[in-house]
């Protein structure tokens, strides 16, 4: 055994698995086995510990507080910034904003600074992969502005079709809005050749990082993103919380979408001055208790050996693919030369959540509809699909019990 699948078996799951109490659980009586990290992972302890001890013991409000509980809330707040910017490879911490999440933040960046600046006739650029997330806040300010959505097609192996690039990204371009891994197929899309090109005709790009994360170590710069936005849920933090990262000289472009207090440095009864970036951007008592979780789950994130779990979750992938191929009457969704943390299918003629809660008799969890990806669905010319998403603290054993579920399925439906 050599390469990728070498790592990967060397990789510890084992030790990994005992830092998630869920995962001894049992669900209809049988093991638990996670299979819907693509919609939230688990927690460590590292992580519901940091929230917890947060709470009991450090509670306190952030930022204009002068005791000692909000000093130390602040220092604590504030660290984050300096875990994500250095997560993401960003300039600075004043390039991170606190959002509740990556739909908040596509939003901020569609209602903030796309909206000012389009006008009738310009075009935003999207692909048939997304996820509504980084689709509807775009068709908003087009339909707004007068804009035009126009989209990059997929190809039949689940791969953005570059060679309608030159036909899609025109002069008018202004915006280009693309998953870097899409939470329906799992493919790893060419970011930084996208963002060239868009760059080349002055677009800005927006790239929806909430599958890439968990996965894979992101370098915004290097990427070439000029806007990148998470959520801490898919990456083994608090739900409620995430962030976008913005180039500095856009986010001082940027307009708050929220007023109140915590974005501002004076108000009168007729105006107020705002604070600066990114304090400006973040409204109201930042959800404090979730910030510090997320810092837990960037720093339990770190402490992993990285090219272990690229490796670990690679095969995971190839072997569930595999595997799943070979079931009778199981057909794969796209067929992405990179593939990360993801595969769907369907097992025709049997809707995907008949099967879904098969599985779930036999412990399997799976996530079962359209994902969120209508458009992608119907370009499929499926109504739904079955996902099955993985996280490092997955197994060849669980991918198995997935299998053996469906030979259930195919027992009850025939």
């Known amino acids: 055994m ?3 699948a070498a790592v990967a078996s060397a990789f510890d799951v084992a030790r990994i698995r005992r830092e998630f109490p ?43 507080g002068v005791h000692t509980l909000s000093f130390r809330a602040t220092e604590r707040f504030d660290q984050v910034r300096h875990d994500v910017a250095s997560f993401l490879g960003a300039a600075s ?37 997304e996820h509504h997330s980084n689709l509807v806040p775009w ?36 915006i280009v809005a693309v998953a870097h891994v899409s939470n329906v197929l799992g493919t790893l899309n060419p970011v930084r050749q996208l963002a060239e090109a868009a760059h080349a005709v002055g677009a800005t790009v927006v790239v929806d990082g909430a599958q890439a994360v968990p996965h894979l170590p992101v370098d915004v710069r290097a990427l070439g993103a000029d806007f990148y936005a998470a959520s801490a849920h898919k990456m083994y933090g608090p739900t409620g919380v995430g962030f976008l990262y913005g180039r500095a000289d856009l986010l001082e472009r940027m307009v708050p979408t929220q007023g109140g207090g915590g974005m501002i440095q004076r108000v009168t009864l007729e105006e107020c001055t705002f604070a600066p970036v990114p304090q400006r951007f973040e409204a109201g008592t930042p959800p ?50 990179h593939r990360v943390g993801v595969v769907s299918f369907v097992m025709d003629p049997v809707h995907p959540h008949d099967i879904g809660t098969v599985l779930d008799a036999h412990g399997v969890a799976v996530r079962a509809g359209h994902h969120c990806a209508q458009p992608l669905m119907d370009r499929f010319r499926v109504p739904a699909t079955v996902r099955a998403s993985f996280a490092v603290y997955n197994t060849r054993a669980e991918v198995d019990a997935l299998v053996a579920g469906l030979a259930d399925v195919q027992r009850i439906f025939g």
């Open 22 to 64: 869920v995962l001894r659980t049992r669900v209809q009586g049988r093991p638990l086995a996670y299979l819907d990290n693509g919609a939230t992972s688990q927690k460590p302890l590292a992580v519901v510990e940091a929230e917890g001890d947060f709470a009991l013991l450090e509670s306190a409000n952030v930022h204009r």
């Open 93 to 129: 911490p004043s390039e991170i904003v606190f959002t509740s999440g990556t739909t908040a933040a596509i939003n901020q960046v569609a209602q903030g600074f796309a909206r000012p600046m389009l006008t009738a006739g310009d075009e935003i650029l999207v692909t048939e992969m």
């Open 288 to 337: 404090i208790a979730q910030v510090v979780g997320l810092g837990a789950a960037i720093r339990w994130m770190q402490s992993l050996d990285g090219d272990a779990v690229v490796a670990h979750e690679s095969d995971l992938v190839t072997y569930a693919a595999g595997q799943l191929a070979s079931v009778r009457g199981v057909r794969l969704i796209g067929a992405p030369v």
């Open 139 to 174: 068709q908003m300010v087009a339909r707004a502005a007068g804009a035009r959505l126009r989209a990059i097609p997929v190809t039949e192996r689940g791969e953005l079709d570059l060679g309608a690039l030159d036909r899609v990204l025109t002069a008018r371009t202004r």
């Open 2 to 4: 050599t390469g990728a």
